[in-house]
């Protein structure tokens, strides 16, 4: 085991329940098509980079975890722009393109992943930044090229638990990679993922121990009513704390943020921006900062 990488103690069998109703089968088979369609057409758009609006990918980002079936809710703070790491607790495959729908980032994924049959030519083409799990060695290399790309002002996803858990429990967050945000002098984004059926916690979207990514993939599409919850809480800037240690604790969410305004996004259907909420105005007494 790496320091990098601890490994949850979750396991499918242990873990996972299949909760609620279950979808037909073509539907199924029709989810699974159109999340890899739109996989494909991430590839074969990945040589624009940058010249995409980041509007359109947070979308196209969307419609990945609604063509599988699963609703959005997206609730919280405002992300800023300029260099920001965005921080998360990892459950699911469906994280990445969570993560990716709050802000447009390079994601920090795990070398393996270069493997995987489309997901990983996507994550190369979408500028991922790998690691050697193995190699702890590589560790320091890989906090300086994350430093590198904050400085540049892009947004870096991570999930610092460095492992998937199943939603019920949840791994402590990881030092190293919030030296990145120190050196570089950017904020932190810290970030809160559940998935529910009808309100209560749901398990079967996790990938986790030797689960493999088909059949993660397989379940999520069979599964009916799947709502995946976004939470984002305030951004925090690095120089508020003295070092990596009490960064990472500040950053790992343990309780539900009270957002700056009461926008909560529920996607039905995959819309834009414009089609948000409006912030409403709020009396003076409901102002008060964040905890």
């Known amino acids: 085991m790496s320091v990098w990488t601890p490994s949850a103690p979750c396991t499918p069998r242990a873990c996972i329940e299949q909760r609620g109703g279950t979808t037909a089968l073509p539907r199924a088979l029709v989810r699974i098509g159109a999340v890899v369609a739109l996989m494909l057409a991430g590839i074969a758009l990945s040589p624009f980079g940058r010249r995409i609006p980041a509007a359109w990918v947070r979308r196209w980002c969307r419609w990945i975890v609604r063509a599988a079936g699963v609703r959005v809710r997206i609730t919280g703070a405002d992300v800023p722009a300029g260099g920001l790491l965005l921080v998360a607790n990892h459950i699911s ?16 994924a795990k070398s393996d992943i270069r493997d995987w049959p489309v997901a990983g030519p996507l994550a190369a083409r979408g500028g991922a930044l790998f690691i050697d799990r193995n190699r702890l060695r590589a560790l320091p290399g890989t906090v300086a090229r994350i430093a590198d790309a ?31 945000a120190l050196d570089a002098h950017v904020p932190v984004q810290p970030v809160r993922l559940r998935y529910r059926i009808a309100g209560a916690p749901s398990t079967a979207p ?61 996607l039905t259907h995959p819309r834009s921006p414009q089609d948000a909420p409006k912030p409403r105005p709020r009396p003076a007494e409901a102002t008060a900062p964040h905890p």
């Open 93 to 108: 495959w469906l994280d990445i393109p969570l993560l990716a729908a709050v802000r447009p980032a390079r994601m920090l």
């Open 150 to 180: 904050l400085r540049a002002g892009q947004a870096v996803g991570v999930f610092p638990e460095g492992s998937t858990w199943c939603g019920r429990a949840q791994g402590s967050f990881r030092r190293a990679v919030f030296q990145a």
């Open 206 to 266: 996790a990938f986790i121990g030797e689960d493999s990514l088909l059949a993660s993939v397989w379940r999520v599409a069979m599964t009916r009513g799947l709502v995946a919850e976004v939470e984002i809480h305030e951004a925090i800037p690095a120089d508020t704390h003295p070092d990596r240690r009490t960064l990472a604790q500040a950053a790992q969410p343990t309780t539900s943020p009270q957002p700056t305004w009461p926008h909560a996004v529920l």
